[in-house]
């Protein structure tokens, strides 16, 4: 499944020049920054954009009848929009155990009722093994039979620690948390990863439910589909009570309209039960990057602590070149963010131990796009959006995604690049193992002046002593 760019200007901001906010506001809200990223896990969960909000407003239009406190109503508000969370860390084990798009499988599987066997077989059978030999594909088949049962539970369970845990590092409580965790709970107890039943399972596990699957068959064949998918699995996944208050509304044109793209994200905002603001330089809005790096990097085992290594990496080239200490506060967080599209590439081709065909190395040079595309969707962060995502620009204009000449990469843009091919060579990838530092610079220094800033290679040169060792890739 290819998901392409979101809908909007691509023009790139010319002129060698460092980043300043230009019109940045005194603050910012949460939900703001929030419902964009929520973007990057649509992609994830090979879902349209717009997936997370569009679930977050059908859920909060099925909790209005229960009367809930404002306390219970904002909580309910980010278990909406933060329930695919986690759903980078089980990406890498799909494409190991199916062998086929891991964005695919999860888009598919939403539309699948596991608890029943048959439409199970026509999906294992459908996705395992796509492209490989009969004899291989049979291999996947008996494996994910034989095993499928504890195969499940595993992925959910990763996928449901992860999500949780990156919403106690967002700073939200455990009920955010506990939403997130019990999301595939089902009300007759036949959900995993604990098995919970009825009014055991949180009640936003119960609500995010219900609306994530709304949005999926409504995009798949209207309201009438979803509707009817509803009803079908009233009492088996679905808690009845929530279910009737979805039929009440159910023939609400309005509800269908509001779900539209155009807009979608300041409906959702204005949704907001309790207003959160960040400031601009607030700790939180860092803590954030680095939380959201963390689901990047969780994507793949071969990007396992990338975006905090880029991120140290382009901090102390920064100090080391003299830059302010705003400049390099905004790399790091550039660096941090950086690869944010990479949760829109399939891990088919994130984890290749060969050579990318045309097709499959078009397909990854998206990722600077789609990082762009989300980045730009938060007030604060549109000229952000630039420096990350033109990392992959080059001075001779041969880059992507918009090949941008010399004078129109940012200073900061050319620090994170240098930092990330710096990275790229010292550790581990599909298809060999971690470079030794002399041989990446020799390799680098043939790229100044054409894909590397020079001066940012005579500061990476001279300041290597001081990186700090994140991970056992970095070998002399």
Known sequence: MTQEPFPGPHSPETGNHSFFPQESPGRVRLSEVIGAVSYALDMTEGQPP????????????IAHPFNLG?????????????????????????????????????????TVDSQQLLPLARFVFRHAGNGEPLASKLRRILFLSRFGEAL???LVQTRCERGAEIARHLGFGEAVSRGIFSLDEHWNGKGRPQGLS???????????????????????????????EVKSRKGSWFDPELVESFLAFSNDPDLWKGLLDEGLQERVQALEPSERFLSPDDHLLDRMAEVFARIIDAKSPYTHDHSRRVAHYGEVLGISMGLSRDQTNWIRRGALLHDLGKLGISNAILDKPGKLDPDEWKEMRKHSLYTEEILRRIGIFFRLSKIAGNHHERLDGAGYPHRLTEEEILSETRVITTADIFDALTAARPYRGPMPIAQALDIMEREVGQGIDERCFRALRDCISHFSRPSDSLKV
């Open 50 to 61: 717009g997936h997370c909000l569009r679930s977050c407003l059908i859920g909060m239009r």
């Open 70 to 110: 404002t306390g219970e109503r904002s909580d309910l508000y980010y278990t909406l929009l933060l329930k695919d969370a986690g759903c980078s860390s089980n990406a890498a084990r799909l494409w190991e155990l199916y062998g086929s798009d891991d964005r695919s499988i999860k888009a598919d599987f939403k």
């Open 152 to 154: 499940a539970t595993e």
């Open 198 to 228: 009825g009014q055991k399972i949180p009640l936003g596990s119960r609500i995010a439910l219900l609306a994530q699957v709304i949005d999926v068959f409504n995009h798949l064949g209207g309201p009438e589909r979803a509707i009817r």
